[in-house]
């Protein structure tokens, strides 16, 4: 059974900082795996998506990192801005075509 | 891109009443839908897998007979919560699988809340 971990569960840094949010999985075995944004309230915002074969993503500010053999993924937010501030899911998915979330990060970007 | 959508976004019953939310997926075909809750401030869990035409699949713990799944069409999936109590309370998500690629679309949620 897939479970996923997200680390740290709370971020609190002021504007400008570069940050690194970690995501760790217990089955390698998955499709491609997937970070979303959720906004309080909100539903899921995708942020980017890394096929199994990949090593990164970017988009933006944005960069996604992928070792499936060691299940891990990082997401690299660079120069941050109070506008990220949100929970963000990290999400693998498996050949059961399931998607299974990890607990999140909450990050605050302070101004 | 592919677009999914659900109805109501929010909603609020009494106690005992029953709740039917809608997933579509817009501009695609989805051989799978999903369909997830969240607490405050917890991450998604999945509750049930439904295929067009066939009964849903219940992950463990989710009580088949309260949470209603009916995937009638390509486009279409609902959930029907059965006598709705204040503990049934959540942020529901869809999600849509199309045809051909190993990719779920998400809705924008549901919030619900019973008195």
């Known amino acids: 059974k897939q479970e996923v971990t997200q680390i740290p569960a709370a971020l609190s840094v002021p504007e400008g900082e570069n940050l690194v949010l970690n995501c760790s999985f217990t089955d390698s075995a998955i499709y491609n795996l997937q970070w979303f944004r959720q906004d309080p309230g909100k539903g899921l915002t995708s942020l980017l998506l890394i096929q199994s074969s990949q090593r990164e993503q970017t988009s933006g500010r944005l960069n996604a990192s992928l070792d499936k053999s060691s299940g891990r993924s990082t997401l690299y937010i660079a120069a941050s801005q109070p506008g990220d501030s949100a929970t963000y899911l990290c999400?693998?998915?498996?050949?059961?075509?399931?998607?299974?979330f990890g607990t999140g990060t909450r990050l605050k970007v302070l101004a | 891109g592919a677009v999914v959508s659900q109805h109501p976004s929010r909603v609020i019953c009494k106690s005992g009443t029953s709740v039917k939310i809608e997933c579509r997926s817009l501009d695609f075909q989805a051989t799978t839908m999903f369909w997830y809750r969240q607490f405050p401030k917890q991450s998604l869990m999945l509750m049930a897998t439904?295929?067009?035409?066939?009964?849903?699949?219940?992950e463990q713990g989710v009580e088949k007979d309260k949470f209603l799944i009916n995937h009638a069409s390509l486009t279409l999936s609902t959930l029907t919560v059965t006598s709705a109590h204040p503990e049934d309370s959540s942020f529901y998500i869809c999600?849509?699988?199309?045809?051909?690629?190993?990719?779920?679309?998400f809705g924008p949620g549901t919030r619900l809340t019973v008195l």
């Open positions: 999400a693998p998915y498996s050949g059961t075509y399931k998607y299974i």
């Open positions: 439904s295929n067009e035409g066939s009964k849903a699949t219940y």
């Open positions: 999600s849509a699988r199309p045809r051909t690629i190993n990719e779920q679309f």
